[in-house]
């Protein structure tokens, strides 16, 4: 079975754009949750999605948003980038009420 | 709220010997705790978790935690050390099956030859 796949790996954006980044989990996975995480602030969470509605939400600015699609994949925009948005983000998959989260390799996003 | 503390933000150990990573939760509920491992360029693989079953938890590549409610404490170890241990550790909290997962800062495990 194909694990979590995220695009693209690396990105090199400039401040004041956006920025949209991919999200595809594992077959049969209907939950797909999103991090940054950053050498000072660890793993943090953004939000959850669940069969296309946002389940949970992390502390993080609106500029931050998500959406997922019918067939699970889900995507994580970014708007009016600044420096310190620079991270990587990591997306992670379950099944729905099974805790186990399942990572991509994640997108590392570069704010020049 | 629930909150993870992971004790010690960089740990050495010599090969072969004991690997203790600390790690301490907050929640108000009995929690599911986690323990994930984080290799160079990668995303993060579950080493093993506790859902009330056993406080002994064993988990992948030798290691294993253990449950301590009075203690608030749900500390990895793994008797012998190999220099394929070397990596970033999370220790991960939750107090519900639906409810959003939250991650300690993480402890970069050194190996010493």
């Known amino acids: 079975k194909a694990g979590v796949t995220q695009t693209p790996r690396y990105l090199i954006k400039t401040r004041g754009q956006q920025v949209t980044l991919s999200c595809s989990p594992i077959?049969?996975?209907?939950?797909v949750s999103w991090y940054q995480q950053t050498p000072g602030q660890g793993l943090q969470f953004l939000f959850e999605y669940f069969s296309e509605t946002q389940r949970n939400k992390g502390n993080f600015p609106g500029r931050f948003s998500g959406r997922q699609f019918s067939n699970s994949r889900s995507e994580m925009n970014v708007s009016t980038l600044e420096l310190g948005d620079s991270a990587l983000y990591l997306c992670?998959?379950?099944?729905?009420?099974?805790?186990?989260?399942?990572f991509g390799p994640g997108t590392r996003l570069t704010v020049l | 709220a629930q909150s993870v503390t992971q004790l010690g933000s960089h740990v050495s150990v010599s090969e072969g010997a004991l690997v203790l990573l600390r790690c301490n939760y907050s929640?108000?509920?009995?929690?599911?705790l986690f323990w994930y491992v984080q290799y160079p360029n990668q995303g993060l693989q579950l080493l093993l978790k506790?859902?009330?079953?056993?406080?002994l938890v064993k988990g992948i590549n030798g290691f294993e935690a253990e449950f301590k409610k009075s203690e608030t404490s749900f500390h990895l170890t793994k008797p012998s050390a190999h220099m394929s241990d070397a990596a970033e550790y999370f220790c991960a909290v939750t107090h519900d099956r639906d409810d959003k997962i939250i991650f300690g800062k993480g402890t970069r495990l050194h190996i010493l030859p």
């Open positions: 929640s108000s509920v009995p929690p599911y």
């Open positions: 992670a998959s379950n099944r729905g009420g099974a805790n186990e989260q399942f």
């Open positions: 506790y859902t009330s079953a056993a406080t």
């Open positions: 077959s049969g996975h209907r939950s």
